[in-house]
């Protein structure tokens, strides 16, 4: 068990470009979480996978932002077209679901800044 | 709807003095509720959760919570501070049915003194 793993890091773009963020969860794990955190605030759930469906999408998740989860392994969330509202800490989760016991072990995140 | 709410944006305590971070909830059931802590630039690490099968929850690094459902709070303790302690806290309830998504407060900043 090596924990949730995020890549990159950080990541500093120009607004109008694209990137794209992978997320590895924790391995047997079949849920899998995006949260959005901005400076001084909690996460703000964003989506996600059971498996490799994508069950739900907040209203925070705009046309401009997509996430795949194939194969139910790894995930990506992309943002096309970023704007400097986009610079946020972007935090993956995964959790094995199992009723009232389910619980979400985070990665470290991916810092975006949307220059 | 669910959701929490930390009092407190900021607390400070000096090195040995008691830890207080406060939470209530609002849920018409029973909730699922968590404490996170979490690290400079790192990401949120699990420290304690309350699924309804004790009141008072033991989690780690000392911390403790207990779930108060006549005053819909789920206040975080540790009885004696330590350095390492500083860093934000997060409660968090887990949304109703199937989806599991958390819900979180907007987070205690833990100042701790020498």
């Known amino acids: 068990d090596t924990g949730v793993s995020q890549n990159p890091r950080h990541k500093i773009t120009k607004r109008g470009q694209n990137v794209t963020f992978r997320c590895d969860p924790i391995?047997?794990?079949?849920?899998l979480y995006w949260y959005r955190q901005t400076l001084g605030q909690g996460p703000e759930f964003l989506t996600y996978f059971q498996n490799e469906a994508q069950l739900e999408k907040s209203r925070l998740l705009s046309d401009r932002f997509s996430a795949e989860r194939p194969k139910g392994s790894f995930s990506t969330l992309e943002i096309q077209r970023t704007e400097q509202g986009d610079s946020a800490m972007y935090l993956c989760?995964?959790?094995?679901?199992?009723?009232?016991?389910?619980?979400?072990?985070f990665g470290p995140g991916t810092r975006l800044l949307v220059l | 709807a669910q959701s929490v709410t930390q009092l407190g944006s900021h607390v400070s305590v000096s090195e040995g003095a008691l830890v207080l971070l406060r939470c209530n909830y609002s849920s018409s059931v029973p909730p699922y509720l968590f404490w996170y802590v979490q690290y400079p630039n790192q990401g949120l690490q699990l420290l304690l959760k309350y699924t309804s099968a004790a009141t008072l929850v033991k989690g780690i690094n000392g911390f403790e919570a207990e779930f108060k459902k006549s005053e819909t709070s789920f206040h975080l303790t540790k009885p004696s501070a330590h350095m390492s302690d500083a860093a934000e806290y997060f409660c968090?309830?887990?949304?109703?049915?199937?989806?599991?998504?958390?819900?979180f407060g907007q987070g205690t900043t833990l100042q701790v003194k020498p």
């Open positions: 391995s047997e794990h079949n849920r």
């Open positions: 989760a995964s959790s094995l679901l199992a009723g009232q016991a389910e619980t979400q072990y």
């Open positions: 968090a309830v887990r949304v109703l049915g199937n989806t599991g998504k958390l819900i």
